[in-house]
């Protein structure tokens, strides 16, 4: 059973463009998580998924950012217009039920320049 | 809100002697506590895991926590240190009541040497 896939795992943009990350969940896991690690901190909780709905988003900020986790494929998070303090790892992770552990991926490591 | 405090932000021992990671928590309810092991561009992986069950927690790779409601603390140990123990380690309490929504703490690095 593979683990929760993220890519890409690396990412580099220029201030002003879009970053869309992805996230495979496990298999049979319908609720996904993210988080962003800023430099020198602990994972910070974004927003939490299941299948086409968003059920908590009061760690997203509150432009540019939104998440979606659709039917079908992989759950993405977009931040629109990057700026410098974008620049983080971002982590996704899965669950069968709200209330079971978590399994995290690689993280993605967002640059922007 | 609750809030995880981990007290070291490194710490070195040697292979074989014991290793202490400390925790310290605050909450408004009674939490569900975990730790995290991260190893170098790997995901993170569950050690283990306190929700009001026996106090004293067992884990993975011979890891185990003490959740000290009076002292409010969940610090890590293991007896002994292995090489393979080097990694990053997070002390993590739940925000809601609901057990999603984890919060992190800044993260203990563990050096072991020879």
């Known amino acids: 059973n593979a683990g929760v896939m993220q890519n890409p795992r690396h990412l580099v943009r220029r201030r002003g463009q879009e970053a869309r990350l992805r996230c495979s969940p496990m298999?049979?896991?319908?609720?996904v998580y993210w988080y962003r690690q800023l430099p020198e901190e602990g994972l910070k909780f974004m927003v939490y998924l299941q299948k086409e709905n968003i059920i908590d988003e009061s760690g997203m900020p509150k432009e540019r950012f939104s998440a979606e986790f659709p039917k079908e494929g992989p759950s993405i998070l977009r931040i629109q217009q990057v700026v410098r303090g974008d620049s983080a790892a971002y982590f996704c992770?899965?669950?069968?039920?709200?209330?079971?552990?978590?399994?995290f991926g690689p993280g993605t490591r967002l640059t922007v320049t | 809100a609750q809030s995880v405090t981990q007290l070291d932000s490194h710490v070195s021992v040697s292979e074989g002697t014991p290793v202490l990671l400390r925790c310290n928590y605050s909450s408004s309810y009674s939490p569900s506590l975990f730790w995290y092991v991260q190893h170098p561009n790997k995901g993170l992986q569950l050690l283990l895991k306190y929700t009001s069950a026996a106090t004293l927690v067992k884990g993975i790779n011979g890891f185990e926590a003490e959740f000290k409601k009076s002292e409010t603390s969940f610090h890590l140990t293991k007896p002994s240190a292995h090489m393979s123990d080097a990694a990053e380690y997070f002390c993590?309490?739940?925000?809601?009541?609901?057990?999603?929504?984890?919060?992190f703490g800044k993260g203990t690095s563990l050096l072991v040497t020879p």
């Open positions: 992770a899965s669950s069968p039920t709200s209330e079971y552990e978590q399994y």
């Open positions: 993590v309490v739940n925000l809601r009541n609901s057990g999603y929504a984890l919060n």
């Open positions: 298999k049979g896991h319908s609720h």
